[in-house]
T-cell receptor, first 113, second 113 residues
Framework: GDSVTQMEGPVTLSEEAFLTINCTYT??????LFWYVQYPGEGLQLLLK?????DKGSNKGFEATYRKETTSFHLEKGSVQVSDSAVYFC????????????FGKGTTLSVSS | DTAVSQTPKYLVTQMGNDKSIKCEQN?????MYWYKQDSKKFLKIMFS???????INETVPNRFSPKSPDKAHLNLHINSLELGDSAVYFC????????????FGSGTRLTVV
């Protein structure tokens, strides 16, 4: 079945460091891909998305490119801030009736000043 | 102003009790979901309703029963609570295909003692 695999955390970085969180997927067809972020004690918020191959999603300095050839959707940010500390989830959608978003296991990011 | 609101935010109860969690969305979305997040942050779909019709019913104990009185509300009732039911339960909504992403509530932390 369809699935999403994320790198295990936690990821610990200093402020202004470069961030990469790896995400790969297994799916039939052409899924849409998402990154969600969960701050402590809150629900998930959509961070960015891409709906077709080679699309780049971006938001708040974060970017991810839909790579069909490597079935990947890695999240990157050039310079992280303490406020970026959160859990990041990669997810895919098959876009079919009766299906729901499939999430990866989440990667905890901790940024120190 | 809250787009997807869940009540209560915290719920502590004894084993064997019956409890309900309520969810309401004011976004005009036609599809609502319940997800369970375990202690390791893993998110698993439980149920989904589209215009009050159950469209996803994953393998969960039949002690869990969703109810959707209208398309803006999706409640979760749990009978005979067990220790293993302790988790954070998230409600979410979307318009049409999940390709547009979900809007999540802030979660209900259920603790069974």
């Amino acid at each position: 079945g369809d699935s999403v695999t994320q790198m295990e955390g936690p990821v610990t970085l200093s402020e202004e460091a470069f961030l990469t969180i790896n995400c790969t997927y297994t799916a039939t067809g052409y899924p849409s891909l998402f990154w969600y972020v969960q701050y402590p004690g809150e629900g998930l918020q959509l961070l960015l998305k891409a709906t077709k191959a080679d699309d780049k999603g971006s938001n708040k300095g974060f970017e991810a490119t839909y790579r069909k050839e490597t079935t990947s959707f890695h999240l990157e940010k050039g310079s992280v801030q303490v406020s970026d500390s959160a859990v990041y989830f990669c997810a895919l959608s098959r876009g079919q009736a009766g299906t729901a978003l499939i999430f990866g296991k989440g990667t905890t990011l901790s940024v120190s000043s | 102003d809250t787009a997807v609101s869940q009540t209560p935010k915290y719920l502590v109860t004894q084993m064997g009790n019956d409890k309900s969690i309520k969810c309401e969305q004011n976004l005009g979305h036609d599809t609502m979901y319940w997800y369970k997040q375990d202690s390791k942050k893993f998110l698993k779909i439980m149920f989904s309703y589209n215009n009050k019709e159950l469209i996803i019913n994953e393998t969960v104990p039949n002690r869990f029963s969703p109810k959707s009185p209208d398309k803006a509300h999706l409640n979760l009732h749990i009978n005979s609570l067990e220790l293993g039911d302790s988790a954070v339960y998230f409600c979410a909504s979307s318009q049409g295909s999940e390709n547009y992403g979900y809007t999540f509530g802030s979660g209900t932390r259920l603790t069974v003692v």
